[in-house]
């Protein structure tokens, strides 16, 4: 069989035709803590499926919160398979409602709630034990929230398109698991001119990436962080009702490069170095704003647990303003990107705070797009 680094792989194939069954992807997909709170359901599962699983915890029973279910071993492993999975519909999706529609004001209550971010877990989605290692369950929970946006539009016409909610890949379904491995992203174009780091780097930094940042009006994240009325009546375990307040999202382009490379700690179990980049970043589109570039500053590292951690800081005006803490999914050079969460570059505890995601474009840095767009200015 292929291998599973490519759309054409007979694996993902396989995997895709297992996973197209509502019993498989419920087993398998949906047994994390934020499915279990929910009580949200993949589509078209049998009643009997169901009332077997009727004993799911509700968000509140009898007028009163119930705390967020502690995670566990398994609903761990069953929401990196369902990160592994992606963002696309579950079986039956393409013609009934998406599921994810679902499970997204639950998902939003957990990646807005500041109570979640905290320095153990350095703000972004890894345990709240210090370990740095990936917490897969809030990692699904970002990729819940953020399964309807895609920059769909490259090129010459980048721009941010809202797919449909029923049709969140922009009318057509992923196939599952694809472009989820190491070395997945393969460029249409190679780049003729690379620096002396580029052919030591294994995460492939260098290159244009695109990218979306998401936030609620901070109106809406202020009231729902700081409760009164019925919402104020819950205890610290448990999590806020759930947040139905629509995502802004800003489309954004980057252009990165490498600037040092520091060799894999001789103690680690991951044999990848650290690498350092830096680069450019602006909004593309209608929602460019002349002056509005930030300088991009940061670095990629394994994890504890040998994943592949991003870093980065926004610097704006001189200022380090923002910053992001995500994991690649699928490993080093995945076609499949990054996500994670941005925040105040001092950890400011009001916030704000939110999701991020982006994903490489191509291996070039070219600037003929900054000119076009400047012309459309």
């Avoid at 994390?32 to 009997?48: F, G, I, K």
């Avoid at 990646?111 to 890894?126: I, K």
């Avoid at 910053?323 to 925040?343: D, L």
Wanted: glycine fraction near 8%; hydrophobic fraction near 30%; proline fraction near 7%.
């Amino acid at each position: 069989m292929a291998d599973t680094q490519s759309r054409s792989s007979n694996n993902i194939f396989a995997l895709d035709m297992l996973f197209n069954t509502p019993s498989n992807y419920e087993i398998f997909l949906c047994q994390s803590a934020l499915y279990e709170w929910s009580r949200v359901r993949p589509l078209h599962v049998t009643r009997n499926f169901l009332a077997q699983h009727a004993n799911r915890t509700a968000p509140q029973q009898d007028g009163k919160c119930r705390p967020y279910p502690k995670s566990s071993t398994d609903g761990q492993l069953s929401a990196k398979m369902h990160c592994l999975f992606g963002p696309t519909w579950p079986p039956g999706g393409a013609h009934g409602k998406f599921v994810d529609q679902e499970i997204r004001p639950y998902a939003r209550t957990r990646v807005y709630d500041l109570r979640q971010y905290r320095q153990a877990n350095l703000w972004g989605p890894f345990l709240d034990d210090g370990s740095v290692k990936v917490d897969w369950e809030k990692m699904e929970t970002i990729q819940c929230l953020l399964a309807n946006y895609r920059l769909t539009s490259l090129g010459r016409d980048p721009s941010l398109a809202i797919a449909d909610t029923s049709h969140p890949a922009g009318g057509r379904r992923e196939l599952a698991f694809s472009d989820a491995a190491p070395d997945s992203f393969i460029p249409s174009i190679s780049d003729s001119v690379k620096s002396s780091h580029d052919g030591q780097d294994p995460y492939n930094i260098t290159g244009t990436w695109l990218r979306v940042v998401c936030y609620i009006r901070y109106d809406e994240f202020y009231s729902f962080n700081n409760p009164i009325g019925r919402h104020a009546e819950v205890c610290e375990d448990c999590p806020r009702h759930p947040l139905s307040a629509e995502e802004i999202c800003l489309p954004i382009k980057m252009k990165l490069h490498v600037t040092k490379i520091e060799p894999a700690e001789t103690q680690s179990i991951c044999s990848l170095p650290t690498v350092h980049f830096e680069g450019t970043a602006y909004l593309i589109g209608d929602q460019r704003i002349p002056g509005s570039d930030s300088i991009i500053q940061g670095k990629v590292s394994p994890t504890s647990d040998g994943e592949v951690r991003w870093t980065s800081v926004s610097i704006l005006n001189g200022g380090e303003r923002w910053k992001s803490e995500g994991v690649q999914i699928g490993g080093p050079n995945s076609a499949r990107g990054v996500i994670g969460t941005w925040f105040d570059e001092e950890y400011n505890e009001h916030g704000p705070v939110g999701p991020t995601a982006f994903w490489k474009e191509k291996d070039t840095i070219d600037d003929d797009d900054d000119e076009e767009e400047d012309e459309d200015d």
